[in-house]
């Protein structure tokens, strides 16, 4: 198999690619007055979404699904969002969008009462001690769910 030529200077993807693309202009695809809503009873979760020097990201888009559920949340100025979503699941698929990242960051939300099912969960065993960056804590009523992008308490986030 020969090498791959090098493109000539100049030469190649004009502009910059979708990825490159990420941005504080997410409005248009946020349908929700007061955040999105489960049918039929719910349970809120809220968190924050933290940088490498735990300031609050203002302008990420957190988006969360399983199975037929699905709810996006973009952040206001003190990194917050929330979402109401329909109880008894295990996890929820979480994907993290923010400036500067060139990619969105893939990672779950853990139901704290689904202790059972996190006992058995082959991904809870991957990431050992760092579980409980992925578990929800129960705040009274609604479950806190707080995303560090890096430093200490970092996120678990997977590669796909």
Known sequence: MSPTPALP????VKGPTPSQT???FFGFAMPFEDGPQAAGEGVRVEGQVLDGAG???????????HDSQ??????DAEGAFHFVVAKGLPFLE??????????QLPTR????????AH??????????DRRDTLIARDEGGALRFDIRLQG?????????
């Not at 200077?9 to 190649?12: F, I, N, T």
């Not at 979480?94 to 990619?103: D, K, P, S, W």
């Not at 006992?119 to 050992?128: E, F, K, S």
């Open 152 to 160: 200490a308490g970092e996120t678990v986030f997977f590669e796909i």
């Open 119 to 128: 006992a058995q969960d082959p991904v809870l065993r991957l990431v050992g």
């Open 94 to 103: 979480v994907t993290v969008f923010a400036r500067g990242l060139l990619r």
């Open 55 to 65: 300031e609050p990201v203002p302008d990420a888009l957190i988006e969360v699904a």
């Open 109 to 116: 939300m853990y139901f704290p009462d689904q202790l059972a």
């Open 70 to 75: 699905f709810a996006r949340c973009g952040t």
């Open 22 to 24: 990420v941005g504080p």
């Open 9 to 12: 200077a100049g030469e190649g």
